[in-house]
């Protein structure tokens, strides 16, 4: 079984602060996605990583997949009332069409 | 923007009631997929579709689940007699190709059972 730990669970910030959330695993994913979620509502796709090293950015937002393909990072830039909510991973295997491994998720609060 | 639309938003059925969620994935996307979110645990993979039949299941998908796309675009999870751990948020999601698996998510169905 492939499991992803992320890391904090929890994280609440001042607005304007620099946060960096974790996602940990012994195994090697073939991608890696970051997903938001609100409340009562379904995951939202933020970037995909696919190749290990790898560095995306989104606005004040910057991913980063490991060279060992088994861990990435989410570290969000000044951050703002905005970005709160809970912040998912979830790798992907080899084959297509298979499927999404998620981790638990951070939930981010950032205060005004 | 092209999105995922399930229906209802959400379900409340009785013990050992058949249920059917409903889901219109994206168009032209070929890849499909059931998740489920018990409150306050971690999304979980059900069982994925592809080419009009199951390309992988997990252990939660046994033979009370069903899934079918009965015609080009409906996508449905069919749970044949529902129990009290059955209650949790369904996600639906396609994915367009199936390459590194990037799967686009409906709003989900929240499925009380009582």
């Known amino acids: 079984t492939q499991l992803l730990e992320q890391s904090p669970q929890f994280l609440s910030i001042q607005e304007g602060e620099n946060l960096t959330v974790y996602c940990n695993s012994s195994?090697?994913?073939?991608?890696l996605q970051w997903y938001r979620q609100e409340p009562g509502e379904g995951p939202v796709l933020l970037v995909t990583?696919?190749?290990?090293?790898e560095v995306k950015k989104l606005k004040r937002l910057t991913f980063q997949f490991g060279d060992a393909r088994k861990d990435s990072s989410l570290h969000i830039t000044a951050a703002q009332p905005g970005d709160t909510g809970l912040y998912l991973c979830?790798?992907?295997?080899?084959?297509?069409?298979?499927?999404?491994?998620f981790g638990g998720g951070t939930r981010l609060m950032v205060k005004p | 923007e092209p999105e995922v639309t399930q229906t209802p938003s959400h379900q409340v059925t009785q013990m050992g009631q058949e249920v059917i969620l409903r889901c219109v994935p994206i168009?032209?996307?070929?890849?499909f997929y059931w998740y489920r979110q018990i409150l306050g645990q971690k999304v979980e993979f059900l069982v994925s579709?592809?080419?009009?039949?199951?390309?992988?299941k997990s252990e939660i998908f046994d033979d009370q689940f069903s899934v079918e796309r009965p015609d080009g675009s409906n996508f449905t999870l069919k749970i044949r007699s529902t129990k009290l751990e059955d209650s949790a948020m369904y996600f639906c999601?396609?994915?367009?190709?199936?390459?590194?698996?990037?799967?686009?998510f409906g709003q989900g169905t929240r499925l009380t059972v009582v």
């Open positions: 979830a790798g992907g295997r080899d084959n297509a069409g298979n499927m999404l491994t």
């Open positions: 195994s090697v994913f073939s991608s």
């Open positions: 990583v696919v190749t290990g090293g």
């Open positions: 168009s032209n996307h070929l890849y």
């Open positions: 579709f592809y080419n009009n039949e199951i390309s992988e």
């Open positions: 999601a396609s994915d367009p190709q199936g390459l590194n698996t990037e799967a686009f």
